[in-house]
């Protein structure tokens, strides 16, 4: 479920949303765009990495990238065509990012948990409520009702709602870092999203 609210992110700092209008994050450049523990990292030439690479689909060398360093962004993703279209240089992305890091903050998800109090738990996500021009974020979940930092009951049929905008200023990073995918991350949890049904 974290990798969706990465993709997302991802898929605003891409040139192509960028040049349309067509991202909540254009012109965020060296802005804070989520909490402090947030670091996102590009890692291209990772021995044996699912999705390593030399170069991208232009033909530009990649490199290892910070993205979001300490909750402020540091680069976009372009390729060579998003780039001359916002008088930039080509980040050697044409074609997606390359084995992305999400570092894990000090917690563990149990932790998180009980230090959540009342909440919701999110296992499945549907769906594709996601404006990323403005930011507006609504999903259908399910999962688990969390209730005094346990889980309490089983939920289906819920409606989750919020703008990433503030969802990534309202993130807590657990340590649980799932390898498993070109994109690893931890559990994530959200200070505040309206939750229904």
Known sequence: MARSLWGHLLGAIA???LY???SFLKDAIDTPIADPGLTISQHPH????????GFDGDGVATRDRTLVANGILRGYVLSAYSARRLGMAPTGNAGGVF???VAPGAASFDELIADMGTGLVVTELMGQGVNLVNGDYSRGAAGWWVEN???????????IAGNLADMYRGITLANDVDTTSALA???VRIE???VAG
């Not at 990772?46 to 690479?53: C, E």
């Not at 309490?152 to 819920?158: F, I, K, L, Q, S």
Request: charged share 20%; glycine share 12%; hydrophobic share 35%.
């Open 185 to 187: 991350t931890p559990s």
């Open 149 to 159: 930092g346990r889980l309490a009951y089983p939920v289906e049929n819920a409606t």
């Open 20 to 22: 349309r209008d067509a």
């Open 192 to 194: 505040r999203m309206t």
């Open 15 to 17: 040139g192509g949303a």
């Open 46 to 53: 990772r021995a044996y990495g699912l999705a390593s690479a």
């Open 99 to 101: 084995n992305i890091d």
